[in-house]
C-alpha cells in the first residue's frame, strides 16, 4: 500500500522500471490531484541517465582475433609427381593395347586361345556329361566317329590351357574312386613325342583319330597314330583304342628381359645397340684404368715437386 | 566459445562497454583501456564462457577494472578531470549536462549501479551478479542514488 511514507521508494522503482503494472496505477492513483507529488515523480523519472549512442568505441579492429588457419597438406608438391604417375601409366596402357592391335606382335592373342574358349566350355559340359563311364566324351566319339562335329576333336587336339587339365582331372578322379569310371578301366598314357619320332608315323590327326575307333582291340595301331598338335599336350589311350588328352599344360618359355619389353622389331635391335655402344665404353674406360695403373703422377710449381703418387 | 562468438561480441559490445567505463571513470583513455583489458580477460577465458554470458562477463570485468582504477586515481583526480564534452545526444542538452555533472556527486559503486541499469536496463539480481552485490543491496543503493540525483536536478533548478 502506497503512502506518505514509502511513495519515494515507489518512485524510484517505478524510473528503475520495477514495478509491476497494478503498483504503477496505484501510485498514479496516489499521485494523483497532488502537485507537489507529480512534480517530485517527473525530477525522478528525469533523473534517468540516457546513453549518448555517437559514442562509439574505435579500436574494434584491434579487438577482433582472425581464426585460426586451416591447416594445408603439402599436395602442391605432390600434385605433380602424382600426375606424371598417372601419365607414364596411360602411355604404358596405350603401348601395350597398341601391341595387342597389331598382327604378328608378341601381345597378339593367338586364335587358339580363342578357340580354347570354345574348348573349355566343351569341356565343361562333357564334365556334367559323366555320370557313368558309357557317356564320356571319348566314348562318343567312339560310338558315332563318322558324326563327330569338328569343334569336338579340336577339343582334342588344340587345347592349351590349364582349364581343360581341370576337366581332365575331374574325369581321371573317378578312376580312383569307383570301378565304374573310364580311365581306371581304359586310360593309358602315351608322350605324344614318342608318337611323333615314331617310324610309322602317316596322316593327319583327324584321320587318325577316325581310324581309332576301328582298331579297338590292336594295341600295336597305337604307336601308328600321329596327331599334329603342340608337344606338350599329353594323349592317352582308353582300352577301347580311342584317344583323349591327359594333359595339356603349356611349358613355360624363358623369355629375356628385352623379350618381355613391349616393344617390337626396331626397337628392340634399338635396344641392342644401345647395349652394345655402353659395353664398348665400358671396354674404353677399363682401357684407360689399365693404362693408368702404371702411371706416376706428379705436382710441380716451378720447379718444385709438391706431390709425387703413383696409380 | 569460439572465435567467431567472441569477435562477435567485440562488435555488440564493445560499444556499450566503452561507453560505461567512460562514465565510470571519466577517462576516455582509461576507459579504452578497460575495454581493451576486459576483451583481453574474455578472450584468455573464452572456453569457460559461454556465449549468451558474455555480455555480462565484459560488465563485471570493466566494473571492477573502472572501480580499480577510480581508487588508484582517488576522487579528486577524478573530480578535477570529469569535464564532458559538450552534449550531442538526444534530449534536453542542458538537463544532459547537469546529470552528468549529478552522476559525478556518485560514489563509484553507484554510478556504476545506476549506469548498469539507465544504460544496459540490468535487473537486480542481474546488476547484483555483475557487482558482487546482492539485490536489496542493489535496490537500496539505487534509491539513493535516485535521491541524490533528484535533489542536485532539484536544486540547480531552483538556482536557475
Known sequence: ?311 | MEVNDYNLCVHQWADRLFRFARKCTGHEEDARDIVQGSFEVLWQKRKDVQPGKAKAFLFQVAYHQSIDIFRKKGRITYKEALEYPESTGPGNPDLKRVLEHALAQLDEQSRALVLLKDYEGYSYEEIGQITDLNEAQVKVYLHRARKVLKSYLVSVENII
Not at chain 1, 87 to 113: D, E, V
Open chain 1, 1 to 311: 500500500m502506497i503512502n506518505s511514507g514509502n511513495y519515494e521508494e515507489y518512485m524510484t522503482l517505478l524510473a528503475d522500471g520495477e514495478l509491476n503494472p497494478t503498483e504503477m496505477e496505484e501510485l498514479k492513483a496516489f499521485v494523483k490531484g497532488n502537485k507537489e507529488l507529480e512534480q517530485e515523480l517527473a525530477y525522478y523519472m528525469s533523473a534517468r541517465i540516457v546513453p549518448d549512442k555517437n559514442e562509439i568505441y574505435a579500436g574494434k579492429e584491434d579487438l577482433l582475433k582472425k581464426p585460426a588457419p586451416a591447416r594445408l597438406i603439402g599436395l602442391h608438391k605432390n600434385w605433380a609427381y602424382g600426375i606424371a604417375a598417372g601419365i607414364l601409366l596411360l602411355i604404358f596402357l596405350g603401348i601395350f593395347k597398341w601391341q595387342i592391335g597389331i598382327p604378328n606382335s608378341k601381345f597378339q592373342i593367338p586364335n587358339s586361345q580363342i578357340v580354347k574358349k570354345d574348348t573349355t566350355q566343351t569341356n565343361s559340359k562333357s564334365k556334367f556329361e559323366i555320370p557313368g563311364p558309357k557317356e564320356t566324351p571319348v566314348a562318343k566319339q567312339e560310338q558315332h566317329p563318322s558324326t563327330t562335329p569338328a569343334p569336338q576333336k579340336s577339343v582334342i587336339v588344340q587345347t592349351k590351357t590349364t582349364k581343360p587339365i581341370n576337366n581332365i582331372a575331374t574325369v581321371e578322379k573317378p578312376k580312383a574312386d569307383t570301378t565304374n569310371s573310364i580311365a581306371a578301366n581304359t586310360l593309358g598314357e602315351i608322350n605324344l613325342d614318342s608318337l611323333m619320332n615314331s617310324p610309322s608315323d602317316v596322316g593327319d590327326g583327324e584321320k587318325k583319330i577316325r581310324k581309332i575307333p576301328g582298331e579297338i582291340d590292336k594295341p600295336l595301331a597305337r604307336q601308328q597314330i600321329k596327331i599334329d598338335s603342340p608337344p606338350h599336350i599329353k594323349y592317352g589311350w582308353d582300352r577301347s583304342g580311342g584317344v583323349i588328352v591327359v594333359s595339356s599344360i603349356e611349358p613355360k618359355h624363358k623369355r629375356n628381359f628385352f623379350a618381355r619389353l613391349p616393344i617390337i622389331g626396331k626397337k628392340n635391335e634399338g635396344i641392342g645397340l644401345v647395349t652394345d655402344a655402353v659395353q664398348n665404353n665400358i671396354s674404353k674406360a677399363k682401357q684407360i684404368k689399365n693404362n693408368l695403373k702404371n702411371t706416376d703422377v706428379v705436382i710441380k710449381i716451378g720447379n718444385k715437386e709438391l706431390l709425387a703418387f703413383n696409380l
